[in-house]
């Protein structure tokens, strides 16, 4: 029998917002809800999701679904046990969000960073999210546009702040029907593989960047105003490991824009080189080569016609270097709309490169 998958999850979204009666017949292992209705239904019923993550089995061998009713969940979360499955009652009014930037300080006096401040990161593998949003609600504009900034300055200024991380740990994160929103770091896919459709992703610079292997499809990407700068954003950021032949793949996308950002105003995307250790001394980590694509996506007038633009990082001798776009894996094919151009900067795949980018090939065994 066919079933329509779209039809069968909008469904399902309605059934969350009826009855108890109905509410019953949803399979469900736990409940996030200050609802007393919700508490009756004979489901363990939770008044946050850390204490629901937290009464979750250690090592489900199935899925376990967690419920969100809808409201605005203020809390920084964490996702360290396997096969946890999140589903929000509405997609626009079941948030969870928290306002940690990188420059913060943590409770024991240190800033978060960037590998810290996400508002939920996941570090277990089978992560499943679905019909909700996800945001880091930290006032970046406000702190941009101050005279003098607020917060410890963790690489260029302190204001990255994360709404979704795919830490270490990470593999076979599913994530469906989600708007994932921030402003400079929004989504860091550091880890694992992952696989992103039917959601929206804002943010303004880097806001989609990370190591891991991660196809995006079917999503709109918008890009977010920040007031004042010639540079509006960067939208795909790799940090993929050169022995890895997929990092960043978005495929059948929109990118988008808030209305006040600029013509030509946005990068695709720049290369990221991170400072890592090493036994002679800190600096960029020279096995990255990022690789992003842009598979058969729609672009409005935003996206620089040079497509790509690079980014520094620390050299070995302590000097600052610049990781030029055609030193990484960057790339377009079949790009069409407002921002679509044909540039010496901007490399196309061939018909026979293009092929390589399949989910079985992105993705490995996992039938996501």
């Not at 309605?14 to 239904?41: E, H, I, N, Q």
């Not at 690789?291 to 620390?314: K, L, Q």
């Not at 030193?327 to 390589?356: F, I, N, V």
């Amino acid at each position: 029998m066919y079933v329509d998958r779209r039809a069968f999850l909008q469904l399902c979204a309605l059934a969350l917002g009826g009855c108890g009666s109905v509410r019953r017949a949803v399979p469900f292992d736990a409940v996030v809800s200050t609802d007393p209705a919700d508490a009756a239904l004979g489901i363990a019923c939770h008044a946050s999701l850390g204490a629901a993550l937290a009464a979750a089995p250690q090592a489900s061998p199935r899925p376990w679904r967690i419920r969100i009713a809808r409201g605005r969940w203020h809390e920084k979360l964490i996702v360290a046990k396997p096969n946890i499955e999140l589903i929000g009652d509405e997609r626009e009014k079941t948030i969870l969000a928290f306002d940690a930037a990188a420059g913060h300080l943590k409770p024991d006096g240190k800033p978060w960073g960037t590998w810290g401040c996400a508002s939920l990161i996941v570090r277990a593998p089978g992560f499943t999210a679905r019909n909700l949003t996800i945001e880091n609600s930290f006032d970046y504009i406000g702190e941009i546009t101050r005279p003098r900034p607020t917060l410890e300055p963790i690489g260029a200024n302190g204001a990255q702040a994360v709404a979704l991380m795919l830490d270490m740990g990470a593999d076979r994160s599913h994530i469906e029907n989600v708007d994932i929103r921030g402003h400079q770091d929004t989504l860091f896919v550091d880890a694992g593989r992952s696989r992103f459709h039917d959601c929206t992703i804002s943010g303004s610079v880097d806001f989609i960047f990370g190591g891991g292997r991660c196809l995006i499809e079917h999503c709109r990407i918008v890009s977010r105003h920040r007031p004042g700068k010639a540079r509006q954003g960067y939208v795909a950021v790799p940090s993929t490991q050169r022995t890895q032949e997929f990092g960043l793949v978005l495929r059948d996308c929109r990118l988008e824009k808030e209305s006040a950002v600029p013509r030509a105003s946005v990068a695709l995307g720049r290369p990221w080189r991170p400072t890592r250790s090493f036994p002679d001394g800190r600096y960029g980590d020279p096995a990255i080569a990022g690789a992003a694509a842009f598979i058969d996506c729609w672009m409005d007038d935003h996206i620089d016609p040079a497509g790509w633009d690079a980014m520094s990082y620390t050299a070995r001798d302590g000097s600052r270097q610049m990781f030029q776009p055609q030193d990484a894996r960057l790339a377009e094919y079949r790009s069409r709309g407002p921002g679509a151009h044909a540039s010496a900067s901007r490399r196309m795949l061939s018909d026979d490169e293009a092929k390589k980018y399949t989910n079985a090939n992105i993705l490995g065994d996992w039938p996501a």
